[in-house]
């Protein structure tokens, strides 16, 4: 398992916690993650102050343009696997807004 270079919100740490069924890991902070998801957690967590909302609050999603940029400037080695993983935790996210 990976740790994570920037932690996440409390809010995504609870939520995935809550699906997972476990309470959340507060006490360590840093939630483990699979070595292979790594590099999409990273991306992910710094693309988060690039979501875009509907007039009316609700999230688009991620600017794709600021995922590229982020992609390339960390340096990932599978920039489309990686995308791909960001766009997997981006649905998740926006979906956690729906429950």
Do not use: W
Not at 27 to 46: G, K, L, S
Not at 83 to 96: M, T
Request: net charge negative; glycine share 6%; charged share 25%.
């Amino acid at each position: 398992m990976a740790a994570l270079l920037k932690k996440p919100s409390c809010e995504v740490c609870e939520h995935f916690a809550n699906k997972r069924g476990e309470g959340t890991p507060c006490d360590t902070c840093y939630p483990e993650v699979r070595t292979e998801n790594a590099d999409a957690v990273d991306v992910f967590i710094q693309c988060m102050n690039q979501l875009r909302f509907a007039p009316d609050g609700k999230s688009l999603g991620i600017d794709y343009n600021a995922l590229e940029i982020i992609i390339k400037r960390m340096g990932v080695y599978h920039k489309n696997k990686v995308f791909n993983q960001v766009l997997i935790l981006e649905q998740e996210f926006i979906l956690k807004g729906s429950d």
